[in-house]
């Protein structure tokens, strides 16, 4: 009898490595028709953007999307950009939304609350999955907009012609629709840590979504009322139209560098707020 209950088989104490969670969490993400559909449309919007500045035959005024005429590589800032007011928060709030709120709501999520994961794993899971599609949403604004751009409005290697009238290369407007790109990942980032926040206290979907588009909402009425001046800078909105900053010459920085500054104070207040709700949710 002792030798039976010595062969009995034990769990395996080693835990399952980060990076496996994370590829896998990447790979569900990825196989959601949603987020297959969300990268499409994305994908449709610098196209739609070029094809109305050359309907309009750069009649569309002074601004970034003006300049976008006959200047093919302002086309992915644009897009990124607009995007950014509203249909890049949406994709990574539903994200969001599907990462705790949406396994809550259909049941898996006790199931993994209750595996031997961790609760600071799981969290760090999720919050990879929705970096994934900000990152990939990002990604589809800028490939297509420069390939729209050089289709479209102008051609490959051509110079880029800056809002203080001055030209640039193609690889230096390149580096600088990369820098445009990863700003806004560092934008969606603080949205999606947010976002994942309040799915974390929550078991509907539409909850988070509501919420953070309401906020997004709230935030930029606020900014544009001139007796909350002083709110501002807290805002984390009111710095979104520093994207276009990249399009003058000499590149200023220091309205990318200070909404880089909120986004992680507001980064770091949701992945606070997420974890803690994490650790004293019930399985």
Partial sequence: MTAVADATPTADPRPVPLWRLCAAEMRWVLRRPRTLVMFGLFAV?????????????????????????????????????????????????????????????????????????????????????????????????????????????????????????????????????????????????????????????????LVVLASVLGGVIAFGVAGAIPALDWLQPYLLTSGWSASADVIRDPLPLDGLGQSSLVALVYLLVGAALLVFRMLRRDA
């Fill in 45 to 205: 919007v610098p196209i739609l953007i070029a094809i109305g500045v050359v309907v309009a035959d750069g009649e569309g005024g002074r601004g970034l999307i003006g300049s976008v005429a006959g200047n093919g590589l302002v086309l992915p800032v644009a897009a990124m950009t607009v995007s950014l007011a509203l249909l890049l928060p949406l994709a990574v709030s539903t994200a969001a939304a599907d990462a705790i709120a949406g396994e809550s709501q259909h049941g898996t999520l006790r199931g993994l609350l209750l595996s031997p994961v961790g609760r600071l794993r799981l969290a760090a899971m999720k919050a990879f999955g929705v970096l994934v599609v900000a990152a990939i949403c990002v990604l589809v604004l800028a490939v297509v907009g420069v390939l729209a751009g050089w289709v479209v409005v102008g051609t490959p290697g051509a110079a880029a012609v800056t809002l203080s009238g001055t030209t640039l290369g193609a690889g230096e407007a390149l580096w600088r629709v990369a820098l445009v790109a990863l700003w806004t990942v560092g934008q969606l980032a603080a949205v999606g840590a947010v976002a994942l926040a309040i799915s974390a206290c929550t078991e509907h979907p």
